[in-house]
């Protein structure tokens, strides 16, 4: 048995990928890590030439054991095919002295997708003849979507996505409310997104319903804590530093840095892991907005939630628990679980926790951590746009700032900035940087926006305003748990 995954707070547990990614995370709350990374390095030479498929062929071989060749391929196959509108899946474009990897040219146009297009496919090959699986997801406005085009269509999966009613933007809202698909459910509710995400966590630890919807047919969720999520993510830190060697940019086993504008600290540990599998990195610089909890930690070793949340500019990025940089203190303190385990009860019980300088000091070693205000991402989107003719989205801006503080120490090592979503998702705040005047509603905005620019909208955000509208409930939040129980009859045994 590839029983190759522990959990960060009891290494006694040992757990294939196949079951890591069915059950989201350890009994004890922990989350699923592969132990030994070192021993997956990848020799870059072999890379040479490959295309991103290829790639993540390699890749995710080494990192899901016991998924079989064939399970893998076709996974890949639908996961990254004619969805994504760049045949590079995430393309590298050089912008004045510094490359961008857009991450943003799967169906929905955030960089979400590269993860949710891939963990469907996966949980097909997890799942018995038997099993049927409903995912429950909360969005704030990117994840619903980004789940909602990967799990469309599976058979014995269905999805239902809640979502703040008047709490995500106009393109988010019809980007949910026209999705098409016999198995996917969206609904508003009359709360916000804390609501949404407490009453999911209660739906999906609640033992009664689980009774009731009998053994065959179990509730889980699409959420970036799941290995499903992380490990398809690691393949672009690959593609990008072999972009740079194809296009004859660098030299084989020369270090680059990587920006990531970061909220969960999901993209940017799937970087460190690239790192352990022989990756030659330098810095990864994180990037925050103005809820800059990870930052206050990179000075003081104390990480604390306990400050006010702040709605910015980069929305995807306002969170005040980084979920998966537990997965962090697990690698720096040298796999010390029973530690990892003391600081998570800490945060849950006091809101705060303080490591150890040791471990802070190799933390430091692998990151720089800075934040970027909401003035300076609309400052930084003007300078990049009028100096080098490339539009940014709010969080790629956010790490833009970053990078540019953190290259004032002297550090020539060649950068790449990871770019989370297209400009057109975000259309509000672009266009408010760079045109003079900006039209009220967000679709004449985005079409001044292009015409202005002449950077051309995707497709799927163009077309958005026209497809019909097949989603409008609107439930109270203590009526979730009975919508649960509608769809899950409604998608799985078609009595509507
Ligand atoms: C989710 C998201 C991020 C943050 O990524 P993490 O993996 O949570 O750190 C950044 N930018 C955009 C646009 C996102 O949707």
């Not at 270090?255 to 993209?267: E, S």
């Not at 019909?468 to 899950?488: G, R």
């Amino acid at each position: 048995m590839n029983t190759n995954y522990t959990s960060t707070r009891n290494k006694q547990i040992q757990i294939t990928a196949k079951d890591a990614i069915k059950k989201g995370f350890a009994d004890d709350g922990g989350l699923f890590v592969y132990p030994e990374l070192s021993e997956l390095k990848i020799d870059l030479k072999s890379l040479r030439n490959l295309n991103y498929q290829q790639l993540a062929q390699i890749i995710l071989t080494k990192l899901l054991p016991d998924f079989s060749e064939a399970e893998i391929a076709e996974s890949i196959n639908h996961a990254y095919d004619n969805s994504f509108d760049s045949s590079k899946i995430t393309p590298l474009i050089s912008v004045n002295n510094f490359h961008v990897l857009e991450l943003f040219h799967g169906p929905t146009s955030a960089f979400k997708d590269v993860g949710l297009q891939m963990l469907p496919q996966l949980m097909k090959h997890v799942l018995t003849p038997e099993d049927k699986v409903m995912i429950l997801t909360a969005t704030s406005g990117d994840t619903g979507k980004a789940a909602l085009e990967g799990f469309k269509n599976l058979k014995k999966m269905g999805i239902t996505v809640f979502y703040p009613h008047n709490g995500v933007s106009k393109v988010q809202q019809l980007q949910m409310q026209t999705t098409t698909g016999h198995n996917t459910e969206i609904t508003a509710i009359k709360g916000n997104f804390d609501d949404a995400q407490t009453n999911v966590k209660k739906i999906l630890n609640d033992k009664h319903l689980q009774q009731e919807l009998g053994s065959h047919i179990s509730l889980s969720s699409a959420n970036s804590i799941n290995i499903g999520r992380l490990i398809p993510q690691v393949v672009y830190y690959f593609s990008a530093y072999m972009q740079l060697i194809d296009q004859n940019k660098l030299q084989l086993g020369e270090k680059v840095n990587f920006t990531v504008p970061t909220g969960n600290f999901g993209d940017v540990l799937a970087g460190y892991y690239a790192k352990q599998m022989g990756l030659p990195v330098n810095k990864f610089i994180v990037a925050s907005n103005e809820n800059n909890v990870l930052t206050n930690f990179f000075n003081s070793g104390i990480y604390n939630r306990n400050i006010p949340f702040l709605q910015t500019f980069a929305p995807s990025m306002d969170i005040q628990i980084s979920s998966n940089f537990e997965r962090l203190l697990y690698y720096k303190s040298n796999k010390d679980t029973a530690y990892v385990k003391k600081l998570m009860v800490d945060l849950e019980k006091n809101g705060h926790y303080k490591v150890s300088p040791d471990v802070l000091s190799r933390i430091h070693n692998d990151f720089y951590c800075g934040y970027c205000t909401n003035q300076q991402i609309a400052d930084s989107i003007a300078t990049v746009y009028q100096k080098d003719h490339y539009l940014m989205d709010p969080h790629t801006a956010v790490g833009y700032k970053v990078m540019r503080d953190y290259q004032k120490s002297g550090d020539k090592t060649p950068m790449i900035l990871l770019s989370t979503a297209s400009p057109y998702k975000f259309v509000r705040v672009v266009a408010d940087s760079i045109l003079p005047v900006v039209p009220d509603d967000d679709f004449s905005a985005m079409q001044k926006l292009a015409a202005f620019t002449k950077i051309p909208i995707p497709t799927n955000l163009a077309k958005v305003w026209e497809l019909p509208i097949l989603h409008t409930d609107v439930i109270a939040k203590d009526q979730m748990e009975n919508y649960v129980k509608t769809k899950v009859e409604d998608v799985f045994y078609d009595r509507n």
